[in-house]
């Protein structure tokens, strides 16, 4: 389905941004395939949306294409040799719950990732030790001309909540590895990283997850508690007390207040501590 003028505010985490210009659903590779080829000639800005568990768009909205991956694109299949097939719109949770069924194991880390297995990839998902880097085995993507090519382990460099994945490929399934386990271990292990997550993370609030990522040997949410950050507010725009990282909307913010608060903090932590804060989530749109 395409849409004109859709309100951003519905798909993502926080409720905020405008309206994009385009906004796309395919139902196949086949839609998205001939979508491609009808508008990316006509229109180059375009941003590929997953769950919106770390997308903060504009006041503004975005002034190109968003495509948000169909139905069609969330599954999950068995293969062998331990291996599991996704659809890059299924839920990090779904997958881990599918590899616990199926006794696979290395996969339990997935259950408390807020996001999608596209988005899982581009950042390199991870959480308590654990990233997708080390269960990935291949993906599928397609190019904005709609040709389909398939990328090995050994093509995509993955770093510290990142790859060097060509961001101008739209990510479609992949192929993870995990290891033979055994089911009620797997299950102990990811109940117990589910209550970790639990005790120290604010859930059933506006919020998009950790805002920035922690610099090298240190924790972004010591800094902005250390730097008396803690209590810093812009319109309905504050902090969480439970965890200093997760920024929220207090339910009138705009994002306009988001962005200054997280801009705010950045200058403070920089200016007392000399440590540059680099955002994980993503600022989509025009100023």
Known sequence: MIYKNEKLSKYNWFNLGGAAKIFFKPNSELDLGDFLKKYSEKEKNIYILGAGSNTLFRDSGFDGIIIKLGKDFSYTKLLNDNKIEVGAATLDKKVSDFALQNSISGFEFLSCIPGSVGGAITMNSGCYGEDVSKIFFSLKAMNQNGEVKIFDKNQIKFFYRGSDFDKNLII??????????NKSEIENKQ???????????????????????????????????????????????????????FFLNNGNATSSDIETLIEKVKKEVFLKTGTKLELEIKIVGGK
């Open 191 to 245: 109940v117990k990283l589910i209550n970790q997550k639990k005790e120290t993370q604010p859930s059933k609030i506006r919020t998009c997850g950790s805002t920035f990522k922690n610099p090298e040997s240190k924790k972004a949410w010591k800094l902005i508690k250390s730097t008396n950050c803690s209590n810093f507010v812009i319109g309905g725009a504050s902090i969480s007390s439970k965890h200093n990282n």
């Open 172 to 181: 479609l399934s992949v192929i993870f590895q995990g290891g033979f386990g």
